[in-house]
T-cell receptor, first 113, second 114 residues
């Protein structure tokens, strides 16, 4: 079935450290993997995405890597700052004639000053 | 601001009632998605409409229905409401049929069923 597993569920780091969140997906035909950041009571906001024709993408302090063979992808945040504290969701687009996204359960990231 | 609007922001109602949530996509976007976010379930896909046509359905209850109108706004109707329907309901829009287009989320409607 369609499933995305996300780990860890909570992550606490010191300011300036790196944070890594990992996701695995079940649909081998999935070809689009966005990451969303959600602050308390707010809407999810896209922070980075990757398509299946590339293995890595970077945007300043944020990077995403994709391993299609193993069906997993990861979010890397370097030089974390307190404003990075939020819930992060990974997602995978399932195969078919739709942009339907299956989301992971979320990771609560706390960056301690 | 993503450009996606949702009304109302908050809705408080009683069990057994019916409510309608409204979503206006970003200008030029043809796809609208509905997601439900409850505390223990994360973000769950409900339904996808593209240019007025239903494209995909998730585990949407039979008590829930949706449609997309010719002006591309969408409505999600929830009937015979139960306590467990209390959640944040988000809509998102994307430019085209959705395949790998970015989905932009609206601010959500918080539904509380008492």
């Amino acid at each position: 079935g369609e499933n995305v597993e996300q780990h860890p569920s909570t992550l606490s780091v010191q300011e300036g450290d790196s944070a890594v969140i990992k996701c695995t997906y079940s649909d081998s035909a999935s070809n689009y993997f966005p990451w969303y950041k959600q602050e308390l009571g707010k809407r999810p906001q896209l922070i980075i995405d990757i398509r299946s024709n590339v293995g890595e993408k970077k945007d300043q302090r944020i990077a995403v890597t994709l391993n299609k063979t193993a069906k997993h992808f990861s979010l890397h945040i370097t030089e974390t700052q307190p404003e990075d504290s939020a819930v992060y969701f990974c997602a995978a687009r399932i195969s078919g004639n739709t942009g339907k996204l299956i989301f992971g359960q979320g990771t609560t990231l706390q960056v301690k000053p | 601001d993503s450009g996606v609007t949702q009304t109302p922001k908050h809705l408080i109602t009683a069990t057994g009632q019916r409510v309608t949530l409204r979503c206006s996509p970003r200008s030029g976007d043809l796809s609208v998605y509905w997601y439900q976010q409850s505390l223990d379930q994360g973000l769950q896909f409900l339904i996808h409409y593209y240019n007025g046509e239903e494209r995909a359905k998730g585990n949407i209850l039979e008590r829930f229905s949706a449609q997309q109108f010719p002006d591309l706004h969408s409505e999600l109707n929830l009937s015979s409401l139960e306590l467990g329907d209390s959640a944040l309901y988000f809509c998102a829009s994307s430019r085209a049929g959705g395949f790998t287009d970015t989905q932009y989320f609206g601010p959500g409607t918080r539904l509380t069923v008492l």
